[in-house]
């Protein structure tokens, strides 16, 4: 079965197109196929329009949550209904052309776990592009995944993928990231994208700010969550390195003959020294974090291996 989860917010007049182009990409599979759609806090007719495709479509399911959480949100709650061993995600606003579904599909069959789309001619406003690219180039050379288009709505996974992914915020901007640091193989795939028709685009400027801050939590828990010693201790070892090389210099001076009670040097060198340790010192504290969390762990899942070998 193949699960398509759809985010929708305010869509009141695109779901019901949606889900006929849904249809006519999916029926030539010959493939059990569901569509998940899931109302974010909708403040129009959205859920009323989801409610009537629901009661004339078997194979439609519709999730309604209290009120807008996000994307990252919308997608766990699709995720967790989904019942597919394959996984498609689309945006609602019929931008996505749900004709490319089964080109992400094959693609995912020659050996890859995630297929993310890339729109390579997107139909958006310049001042959007532009900063879509810059956000694109950036976060791939700092998370060391090389994509064009991070944030495509359009990819298609498998389902073990999904179901290991552990968003909030608005992290599903790095699903593939995400995907990345827990060894799943990636692709991508250009697809067609198509001018917006209905509604207006919430995404502005103070998101893609935002998403700077979240790509660095990203990258920090996938280098360095199970060895935060590497980056606290590295940046201690540096700290503490410079300072006592200036204390060195000015050890040298005073054995010269020359003053330094009042140079600033002196100040900023046991500063750095300070510092380097203080940043070393954290890094012990999370790697102790982090044992003792691993630890039960895996206490617990020696636990769980030995209750169902019991129970079997």
Partial sequence: MVSVVVPVHDEERSVALLYDELRSALEPLDAPWEAIFVDDGSTDGTFSA???????????????LRRNFGKAAALVAGFDQARGETVVTIDGDLQDDPAEIPRLLAKLDEGFD???????HRRDPLSRRLLSRIFNRVTSAFSGVRLHDMNCGLKAYRAEVVHGLRLYGELHRFIPVLAHYRGFRIAELPVNHRPREHGRSRYGVERYLR?????LTVSFIGRYRHRPLHLFGGFGFLLGLIGSAILVYLTVLKVLGHAIGQRPLLMLGVLLVVIGIQFFSLGLISEMITSHHEERAQEHDRAELLIDEVLS
């Fill in 211 to 215: 998403g700077f801050l979240d790509l």
């Fill in 114 to 120: 995630l297929v993310t789309g890339w729109k390579t």
């Fill in 50 to 64: 989801l409610t009537r495709l629901h009661n004339s479509e078997q194979n439609v399911r519709v999730v309604r």
